[in-house]
């Protein structure tokens, strides 16, 4: 029998050899061969780098890492665009450890590798057999952090991939019975997807994607009570949060239509917007409470393989994100002034959380500090600027991605314009800069 296998830093088939009985007859022989001895030198030295150091930056700890690993570069050797997509993010990784700039993808280099990935997957998509395969949802997802990570500021780059990735999940619950099917990395697929989309509608500039943004927040809170509430340990928040991101991200949106330069061509119903900020704010502070009592709960499995250290820096991730809605709950929705006492509580409290998790070049709860350093830093007064400042060049010193320095660069603009317009936040200043990305 045999099967490829992952072990830090190498893959290997693993033969087993099973003589007649007895039992202590039986003998395991494993021998290393290299899978990757057919692929170009270029594409071997690249999948190489992204094992050994680009998939740590997307990792909160070791298990993560294995299973990343483990799950997307056996599929990668047999389908082009995922390979092409994967050597394309372990570039970036790559050219962003000797580049320090905030955006890496014009390179020659990289842009071969994102079109070819492009060219390969448009073929792979008119193949009714694969149309529906979690490879080509693993291409889509891999495609879209590349994009993110590459500083990319340009509509429908990362945004068309999480477009595209709602699209495939919909051709593979209608059915499709792709032999790659695998429920481990299935759910893998899923847990990347629901977070992603809630991280577009909290930080993305523009109308939230799938269709749980378009559930009311009632029932929304409602549907929360009746499943249980995971800390993923992929995105460093809770489940029931994710959730409450998408619905805080399709008020705002509404908010954001009917404010700023366009509030005196409308008539805006603020006794429904308090409403629907109270009736958010509720919901974190509920999840808030219940953390305050007992500390949340990983997905089956998953704490087992986690230090006390990492333990209490998810913990503190996680009230991080926390205090992120309710930012975005006080600001965008409430249209509460950055100087508002619930605002700055919110603020100092990530200061305070992200101090408290340990600098790490990968496999930390601190490669997902991104959201809630911009989204606290946009509203950071005095000094606090310039410790959101440190934070995000030491998370971008450490992890070395881009987006990292391109949400900086924003933050430097947005605090040296002159805000008089208290009716305003960071995302009109995003539509007066004529450009989108995410502090992801």
């Known amino acids: 029998m045999q099967r490829l296998e992952y072990s830090p830093g190498e893959f290997v088939y693993t033969t087993a050899k099973s003589p007649s009985p007895p039992e202590s007859a039986k003998t395991t022989m494993t021998r290393q061969i290299d899978p990757f001895s057919s692929l170009p030198t270029e594409q071997r030295a690249l999948l190489t780098h992204f094992i050994r150091d680009a998939s740590t930056v997307t990792s909160c700890h070791s298990g993560m890492q294995r299973e990343i690993c483990r799950m997307i570069v056996p599929m990668a050797l047999q389908t082009p665009s995922l390979l092409y997509a994967t050597t394309a993010l372990s570039a970036i990784h790559l050219q962003a450890l000797s580049n320090r700039s905030e955006g890496v993808k014009s390179v020659p280099d990289i842009a071969r590798l994102m079109a070819k990935s492009l060219e390969h997957f448009r073929i792979e998509l008119q193949d009714p057999n694969a149309r529906g395969s979690d490879a080509l949802l693993a291409t889509a997802r891999t495609l879209c952090l590349a994009e993110i990570h590459s500083g990319a500021i340009h509509p429908n780059t990362w945004r068309a991939h999480v477009e595209g990735a709602k699209a495939l999940m919909a051709a593979s619950d209608n059915g499709s019975n792709s032999p790659q099917r695998s429920d481990s990395f299935r759910r893998y697929l899923d847990r990347w997807y629901r977070s992603i989309v809630s991280l577009t509608a909290l930080n993305g500039n523009g109308p939230p994607i799938g269709e749980l943004a378009k559930i009311p927040h009632q029932e929304a809170a409602s549907q929360q009570n009746n499943t249980p509430d995971y800390l993923d340990d992929y995105w460093g928040f809770t489940v029931h949060l994710a959730d409450i991101f998408r619905q805080i991200g399709a008020v705002a949106w509404r908010r954001h239509q009917l404010s700023g330069p366009n509030k005196k061509l409308v008539e805006i119903d603020e ?112 000094e606090d600027r310039e410790a959101f400042k440190r934070l995000l060049l030491s998370l971008h010193d450490t992890v070395r991605i881009p987006n990292v320095l391109q949400s900086l660069k924003f933050l430097e603009l947005y605090w040296a314009n002159d805000q008089t317009n208290d009716d305003e936040d960071w995302s009109h200043f995003l539509d007066r800069m004529s450009f989108d990305f995410i502090p992801y």
Not at 325 to 334: M, S, T
């Open 271 to 382: 006794t429904g917007f308090q409403e629907e900020a109270a009736s958010l704010e509720g919901s974190v502070r509920r999840l808030m409470d219940r953390d305050a009592v007992s500390q949340p709960t990983f997905y089956p499995g998953v704490v087992e393989g986690l230090s006390a250290q990492c333990i209490r820096e998810f913990i503190l991730c996680n009230e991080a994100f926390q205090h992120t809605a309710l930012i975005h709950i006080h600001r965008r929705v409430r249209k509460a002034p950055a100087s508002s006492p619930e605002v700055q509580q919110s603020v100092k409290r990530i200061l305070e959380c992200t101090s408290q998790i340990t600098p790490s070049t990968g496999l930390s709860p601190w490669v997902m500090l991104t959201t809630p350093l911009f989204t606290a830093g946009c509203e950071a007064l005095g």
